[in-house]
């Protein structure tokens, strides 16, 4: 390697130091241990920073996220849109450099932090270019055929996310995956060996994935470079680039959890700077002949955006339909009228369970919706997520299908499952990756979902058995909290139709959505068909669904409690007390409607009683009573949980009863204007 190789590398680490230290919060340590492996992969990444989102460029991730000033410095070297203030505005206000990577930041695919979410998001940027390529790559004309690098470290193979998603990649046989894991045997809490003491490259092996050690990393950057050559050799494995760093290389304490996550010391940052032939009055100093370097390197990735424009320009020539149908989902776009072959029905339509109905729509939309990619925790056939005639997402050499397939068979890994679609929902192409687990097992894949809206993948979980309905599985698989946990997280639809119109809005909504991700929770058991209930009115969110003149009572309903809801209003009426129903098939869509839409809905002057099987928490925004399950289910067949827990029409019109009675001598404020 070049003498501008070493400057730049010690560039990169007294850079991170200042950055750090400048916000005086952070941690400086793995991006000094980390330099030089960002500097080899960097020279050699195939991106263009004037076109950050190039489909085939190369992906790189920082899964072990607080070494994110590393990431930072590299982006402002490159070229990226991030300026020297930039870095001084590191984990500032409103900065575009905050503590952890967000999507936010040009250059940033996908939000890291949490570790293991990272290297299971590259997971599904492997699947995504994978899937691209089989579908779009013609003889000669070789469309899609980027990588996926990832940093990682021992954090993040602590949690068990990235098991599940790393175990999954080696199966699949992911070669355009090339993974480094920071060897630096610090955790904050000081020594791994503490805690964690496990062989990580025969852990790997063990899944499927080819190992490469580079165990003198901070210093032999030929060797990285060789490692990386070599990794791109393995076609059907991914490869895990061991580095062996010492954390905060040239500090006074590098090789010491006392870098991990505190920022260096002025004294310390001076030495360094001396150590490494820096001016050390000079803070943020960058010479030419580094910015220089960097630019070379992305003139060769601007090089390679065009000649791939040229190859598609006589691709589109020879293939016009795929280069049409590829265009068009690089422009974000869905096909013209897609949301026509969503299924109506009408109260004359027979009863059918929404998992059911789900799988109908899923059967009707695959055909025009070629960026659908979807699957399920092992549970294809309680989930009822696959069409008939889906070819799976699997390795040609085993038998089991291709990677042209757009089934994915995720195995029992429901958080592994939600990390691999965020990276699915960030690759590009328009993908609408889908997966399916039941309800209460999407809380296993809790820190997936919040990244999903925290980032703004539209991705979409089916999530079938969506309560006590399920029956005999009992309080373990029976969800009281989840709809009250998922509802409370911004940016996030949370579906529970109640008919089949309601389950084809949830659809529509999902798949049009460009930046909300959403659940749509599912029944097991048959539901009747509403009159009253259209797609059209769904896609408000909340909608009158039983409408009665000069109503003395709403009663409020999601999912199988709406025609419960229904039964119990007429019988009301029919004793005096005059009740509409409305059905709220995603608090999130109905909050973003007009204030006036929504007291249509919910007016002044009459009391609101909520009709749910989970938690009342949550529902004093829109309800004054509640007939709620506030407990943990049973086993037992659903009919026989549905009466003991009092979701009956003689407990919801006796309840009901009460409620008007109680609010009789009181005036009835909307809890929409409400002051809390």
């Not at 779009?136 to 004309?141: A, I, L, S, T, V």
């Amino acid at each position: 390697m070049s003498d501008i190789t070493t400057k730049a590398i010690n560039t990169i680490r007294v850079l991170a130091a200042d950055t750090v230290a400048k916000a005086n919060s952070g941690h400086p340590g793995a991006p000094m241990g980390m330099a030089p492996a960002a500097h080899v992969l960097f020279s050699q990444l195939k991106t263009n920073p004037k076109n950050p989102s190039w489909i085939n460029r190369d992906r790189f991730i920082l899964s072990n996220g607080h070494a994110v000033a590393l990431l930072y410095v590299m982006l402002h070297l490159t070229g990226y849109p991030l300026s020297m203030d930039d870095l001084k505005a590191f984990r500032q206000l409103d900065s575009k450099t905050p503590g952890h990577p967000e999507s936010i930041t040009p250059g940033i695919d996908v939000t890291t932090g949490p570790l293991g979410q990272g290297i299971s998001n590259a997971v599904g940027l492997a699947i995504a270019q994978a899937n691209l390529a089989a579908t779009y790559n013609k003889p000669n004309y070789t469309i899609s055929d980027n990588y996926t690098f990832a940093f990682f470290g021992d954090g993040c193979m602590m949690e068990g996310v990235a098991s599940e998603a790393m175990s999954l990649a080696g199966h699949l046989q992911l070669g355009n995956l090339i993974a480094f894991y920071d060897d630096n045997q610090i955790s904050i809490d000081g020594a791994t060996d503490i805690a964690f003491t496990e062989d990580v490259s025969k852990r790997l092996e063990s899944y499927g994935w080819e190992i490469i050690h580079v165990p003198d990393a901070d210093t032999n950057y030929d060797a990285i470079a060789n490692a990386i050559s070599k990794a791109k050799q393995s076609k059907n494995k991914p490869t895990c680039i061991k580095i062996t760093t010492t954390i905060g290389f040239g500090s006074l304490n590098q090789g010491t959890s006392g870098v991990h996550g505190s920022p260096l010391k002025a004294d310390d940052i001076a030495q360094l700077k001396e150590k490494f032939g820096f001016d050390p009055s000079k803070s943020f100093n960058v010479d030419q002949d580094v910015y220089d370097y960097y630019a070379q390197v992305a003139e060769h990735g601007e090089k390679a955006n065009k000649e791939r424009d040229i190859l598609f320009d006589a691709y589109s020539q020879e293939y016009p339909e795929e280069a049409m149908e590829l265009s068009r989902r690089l422009s974000g776009k869905l096909p013209d009228n897609w949301s026509k072959l969503l299924p109506t029905y009408t109260s004359q339509d027979k009863p059918l369970a929404s998992r059911k109905m789900s799988e109908i729509v899923l059967g009707k939309l695959e055909q025009a919706l070629p960026e659908l990619l979807g699957g399920s925790a092992d549970l294809t056939p309680s989930n009822l997520t696959r069409w008939p005639d889906a070819v799976d997402f699997q390795p040609p050499s085993t038998g089991l299908g291709n990677y042209s397939g757009r089934y994915i068979r995720y195995g029992v890994r429901e958080h592994g499952m939600g990390a691999i679609m965020n990276g699915i929902a960030a690759y590009g192409a328009n993908f609408k990756p889908y997966g399916g687990t039941f309800l209460n097992f999407v809380s296993y894949a809790a820190g997936a979902v919040r990244l999903s809206a925290l980032s703004g993948h539209p991705v979409t979980w089916v999530a079938t058995h969506d309560s006590i309905g399920l029956g005999e599985d009992g309080p373990t698989h029976q969800p009281i909290e989840t709809l009250a946990h998922f509802r409370a997280i911004p940016n996030l639809m949370v579906w529970r139709p109640a008919d089949g119109n309601e389950v084809s809005a949830a659809y529509k909504a999902s798949f049009e959505s460009t930046t909300t991700p959403s659940i749509i929770a599912l029944t097991r058991q048959n539901l009747p068909q509403l009159e009253n209930s259209s797609i059209e009115k769904a896609l408000k969110g909340a909608y009158v669904i039983h409408e009665t003149p000069n109503a003395k009572l709403i009663i409020a309903a999601t999912g199988s409690e709406v025609s419960l809801a229904i039964d119990s209003a007429k019988e009301l009426s029919n004793n005096g007390v005059p009740t509409s129903v409305v059905s709220i098939p995603d608090f999130f869509t109905f909050e973003q409607q007009s204030l006036d839409y929504k007291k249509s809905v919910f007016p002044d002057g009459i009391p609101v009683l909520s009709v749910e099987v989970m938690t009342s928490f949550g529902w004093d925004k829109y309800a004054h009573a509640h007939v709620s399950l506030d407990r943990f289910g049973a086993s037992a067949p659903a009919p026989a949980l549905f009466k003991k827990f009092g979701f009956t029409v003689e407990n919801v019109v006796a309840k009901g009863k009460k409620t008007v009675e109680f609010y009789k001598d009181h005036e009835v404020i909307s809890r929409l204007d409400a002051p809390f």
